[in-house]
């Protein structure tokens, strides 16, 4: 056996003792933030067949999704690369509800691959989900939902990006544009490739041209919706879109630290049908949180329902917080004396963390992280005082 | 694609929304006790390359095991199928401290087969291992930890079984038997199979070949101690296991419904060298927690530690649990009031779940699992009151 069994793959980490005990806390509080609003948690499995988890057609997620075989079955398995399909199949084939369903989950997530440089293949994928309402309140609710379990966890600073697959839809819909030009539009919007677009969009008609060559430019502030309304055909699924933004940015706008409109922005656009949001970070390349609408998802699962929902990976989010210094404890001798035993027991009931210095050995005490010790003070009393080292 | 894409793999399992906060209450109750009793969490990561995982060199784990490619680097990764060696590789590579370590965890764990037909491939393993400590104290508090888990968690009627695998080491390396030989005995005295075992005996100096002739029916209640002293030869480590069985039946009695020993009991023989224990319940036909001592399993990480701990699948002992009903809510009317929102703010931060109506229809609000309302009484008084169905 070799000396390097404790090498791990590349982008797989160890989350050691101060940082796993503070992602934990980090997971109570933003499940307990759902849990009082509504949303009922679900665990869906680690392990699925491969067609179950690779529903939104992207090949992109195929390509990040971890597969093997399945010896009971033969058939492929794959690794879930993220949780919202399987929270959409369990609201659409398992609760079955005709009303609205608020659904969050928490739990890892693999990447064949990281998704950025200083990424991992591990995430703790936290988020939240409602189905079963298409209109904007419930785009709000999950969006005030996201910004306040960032709130919660400390993370300052927040510029939230708001944008909207239905306008490019809009677009390509009222202009019959065939699939194959629609996708490589779609792919030269993304990249931001003006002078891809341009060669793209000769021969359409001149409104649909125009509002397509704007939307790289159409990115900014709040005032970029007014500027896409003397831009955009006033269709009316482009006014409701950009209703739509303007009335979440205006609502937003105090709990974020700034509003941002990119109107070319197509994050999952195969997979979301409105509004899509994303929360950035002065420390982060990547989006620190993310979601929108995506009312079709359900189909693949046999009952397509209204839904939208954000997720968050509480990993990267615990790499933003200043550091914080560990908890220390109560150093306890080993010893069978039931006063002392009872005071253990009391001071741990009371929230303490009581350390029972088994070695008894004054040279490693530093390493079992107290600033405090149980001293007998006379017979049957015993005292919390600092440790003297 | 076909409609069966909602169907899971055999053996695997969605947690829905009662079952899902339950076993997370559980996961944190059990966290916090390990917490409060000086046991730091740790997080390994789910995939690792797959010589890091099987540093037991059990076959029956690596059948156990899911094995994937790795795109970075074209190694086999696996699965862990057992956190317990990750913690192992952390305290010894990465910790590396002098004195005692104590560790904890919580996270999935995945079988490529269920270990028994009740079981499931996807387990929520949860345990604490304590490193760096070889006498009895370590046994006792991580086997009193374990007892106070399940009490915690509501599971009653413990039995507790204990072995001690030093027993038939000392047996093995007195008479000088051969590892074939030895490995031989072992599945005989695993399945309790008195016809091999007497044909495998032969040829075995007398006293041995009693011995390990007597072991199979050396387990019941804790005069089997006695008995065992009587017919086992009094090497001086046969004695030293049987003292060390004896006091922590004798100190662990009062937490256990009852106490069983089982000196043929060689479950995890290649992994454990001292006592082993594991904890039963009379709804299930599988250990319902287990551990035991280890103290080699460190040294494929370079550096062999004392070592004993347990673990337990929180979704198990979930299903040994009596129903419990779901604590319901307040429904909010869906209103721009600020008096209302500033009371849904005030009732949820009391811990009440508030879950805000956005459909208003009357027909589907029994989905939402409330039995009160939030009704405006006057300007800007909003009360809980019954929900009238």
């Known amino acids: ?13 160890d989350i050691l003792p101060q940082d796993a005990a503070r992602i934990e806390r ?3 509080d933003v499940l307990e933030l759902l849990r009082l609003s509504g949303y009922q948690l679900v665990a869906p499995p680690l392990l699925e067949y491969v067609e179950s988890l690779l529903i939104s057609g992207s090949s992109d997620m195929d390509l990040r999704t971890f597969k093997l075989v399945d010896q009971l079955s033969g058939r492929t398995l794959a690794l879930r690369a993220d ?53 904007l309140e419930s785009d709000l609710e999950v ?8 709130a919660l966890l400390g993370i300052e600073g927040v510029h939230l990006d708001l944008g909207h697959v239905a306008l490019f839809r809009a677009l ?54 007014k500027r896409a309304r003397a831009v955009l055909p006033d269709y009316a699924e482009v006014t409701a879109a950009l209703n739509q933004l303007e009335q979440v940015a205006m609502q937003l706008q105090p709990m974020a630290h700034d509003i941002g409109i990119d109107l070319a922005e197509l994050r999952g656009y195969h997979y979301h049908s409105g509004m899509v949001f994303a929360a950035y970070h002065v420390d982060s390349h990547d989006a620190i949180a993310l979601g929108g ?41 080993h010893l069978d004396d039931s006063a002392l035993q009872a005071e253990i027991v009391r001071l741990r009931s009371l929230g303490h963390v009581v350390v029972v210095d088994l070695l008894g050995d004054q040279l490693l005490r530093n390493e079992l992280n107290c600033d405090r010790e149980l001293v007998k003070q006379s017979k049957n009393i015993w005292k919390v005082v600092a440790l003297h080292s």
Chains 1, 2 share one sequence.
Not at 143 to 150: G, K, N, T
Not at 306 to 324: C, I, N
């Open 1 to 13: 056996m070799s000396n390097s069994n404790w090498l791990l793959p590349e982008y797989i980490q």
């Open 26 to 28: 980090m997971r109570a």
């Open 172 to 225: 390509a819909t009222r202009a019959e544009i065939s699939p194959t030009l629609e996708t490589e539009l779609f792919n030269a919007l993304q990249c931001k490739d003006e002078s891809a677009l341009r060669g793209l969009v000769q021969g359409l008609q001149p409104a649909i041209k125009n509002a397509l060559l704007a939307l790289p430019q159409l990115y900014g502030g709040i005032e970029v919706i």
């Open 83 to 135: 949780t919202t399909p399987q929270v959409a199949r369990i609201d659409a084939h398992l609760l079955n509800r005709q009303g609205v369903t608020r659904l969050c989950y928490a739990g890892s997530v693999l990447h064949t691959q990281p998704a950025g440089l200083m990424r991992t293949r591990e995430l703790l994928q936290i988020g939240a989900e409602l189905y079963g309402h298409s209109g």
């Open 293 to 333: 609408r995506y009312d079709d998802v359900g189909k693949s699962f046999g009952r397509a329902r209204a839904a939208t929902g954000f997720s968050m990976d509480l990993r990267q989010l615990h790499g933003l917080l200043p550091p914080q210094k560990q908890p220390m404890g109560i150093l306890a001798p």
């Open 143 to 150: 969006q005030r939902l996201m910004l306040q379990a960032l």
